[in-house]
Nanobody, 120 residues
Framework: QVQLVESGGGLVQAGGSLRLSCAAS????????MAWFRQAPGKEREFVAK????????YYSGSVKGRFTISRDNAKNMVFLQMNSLKPEDTAVYYC?????????????WGQGTQVTVSS
């Protein structure tokens, strides 16, 4: 079982940066693919980025590619999302999630989320 806790959200002006962190518990963390999702008010949750268990492959949604970077530190059971050139439309609650396989769209564990607000 994996427990996930996000942190690092906050209020930032457009063009600014934030780094989100996701702390994972559980001995099997390093075997899981990890991802970030977000949900804006009144909208469905959407995929943001994912990373393979060993960090050698990443994938991004088109809306964040080139601005966001996902990374992980398996020794510390941590996943990160570096967000640069933030836009007001990036405002959302951001969630990290784990999956047993990188290619899967099934995510079995979720964090509680961290709020990111980008002001114009």
């Amino acid at each position: 079982q994996v427990q996930l806790v996000e942190s690092g959200g906050g209020l930032v002006q457009a063009g600014g940066s934030l780094r989100l962190s996701c702390a994972a518990s559980g001995r099997t963390f390093s075997s899981y693919a990890m991802a970030w999702f977000r949900q804006a008010p009144g909208k469905e949750r959407e995929f943001v980025a994912k990373i393979r268990w060993n960090g050698d492959s990443t994938y991004y949604s088109g809306s964040v590619k080139g601005r966001f970077t996902i990374s992980r530190d398996n020794a510390k059971n941590m996943v990160f999302l570096q967000m640069n050139s933030l836009k007001p439309e990036d405002t959302a609650v951001y969630y990290c999630a784990s999956s047993r396989t990188y290619s899967s769209n099934d995510y079995d564990y979720w964090g509680q989320g961290t709020q990111v607000t980008v002001s114009s």
